[in-house]
T-cell receptor
């Protein structure tokens, strides 16, 4: 039972445009959400997070939006750069539990 | 200044031959995790240590064991690898188990191949 889903395995965007990566979850107990970025042959690196008490968190070009009623979060990258090309994983955590749940990832390609 | 280091990066073993993967951290984090990730799938938690307290996931096969001799090191032992165990194995750490906005820090993984 995949509690965190990323339904788009891949996404291509022109350099300078906005990239929007989506993530859906099923467990209403999740209260902390993260995005990780993974380059080939490297481990995931933390990108940005959001607590369930917020609906938006921004860090430079990266913004995460959380819609609790829809159990949906998204990562916006503006403007997209070729160096953003990587696999992006969404993850969620419930403070009542003790593990992160990951999505299957979305491979982003930013075309110069 | 790598903070979570996994060795080796690539490991090839024979079907049924025991193999050990290692992970070390310089972050002095209390929690260390082992994940298995297969192609196009989400990382799957195998187990984690909170300090010396071992926590096994219910669906982790008995074939997988772990040791944490000290805060810095954690090992994943696969006693009798099968072809289905070929995967990327990721080690991660976090400061505490109750995360409160604390992300996990991952190593670069060990790619395990089974002949």
């Amino acid at each position: 039972d995949q509690q965190v889903k990323q339904n788009s395995p891949s996404l291509s965007v022109q350099e300078g445009r906005i990239s929007i990566l989506n993530c859906d979850y099923t467990n209403s107990m999740f209260d902390y959400f993260l995005w990780y970025k993974k380059y080939p042959a490297e481990g995931p690196t933390f990108l940005i997070s959001i607590s369930s008490i917020k609906d938006k968190n921004e860090d430079g070009r990266f913004t995460v939006f959380l819609n609790k009623s829809a159990k949906h979060l998204s990562l916006h990258i503006v403007p997209s750069q070729p160096g953003d090309s990587a696999v992006y994983f969404c993850a969620a955590y419930a403070n009542t539990g003790n593990q992160f749940y990951f999505g299957t990832g979305t491979s982003l390609t930013v075309i110069p | 200044d790598a903070m979570v280091i996994q060795n080796p990066r690539y490991q090839v073993t024979q079907f049924g031959k025991p193999v050990t993967l290692s992970c070390s951290q310089t972050l002095n984090h209390n929690v260390m995790y082992w994940y298995q990730q297969k192609s196009s799938q989400a990382p799957k938690l195998l187990f984690h240590y909170y300090d010396k307290d071992f926590n096994n996931e219910a669906d982790t096969p008995d074939n997988f064991q772990s040791r944490r001799p000290n805060t810095s090191f954690c090992f994943l032992d696969i006693r009798s690898p099968g072809l289905g165990d070929a995967a990327m194995y990721l080690c991660a750490t976090s400061r505490d188990r109750r995360h409160s906005n604390q992300p996990q820090h991952f190593g670069d993984g060990t790619r395990l191949s089974i002949l």
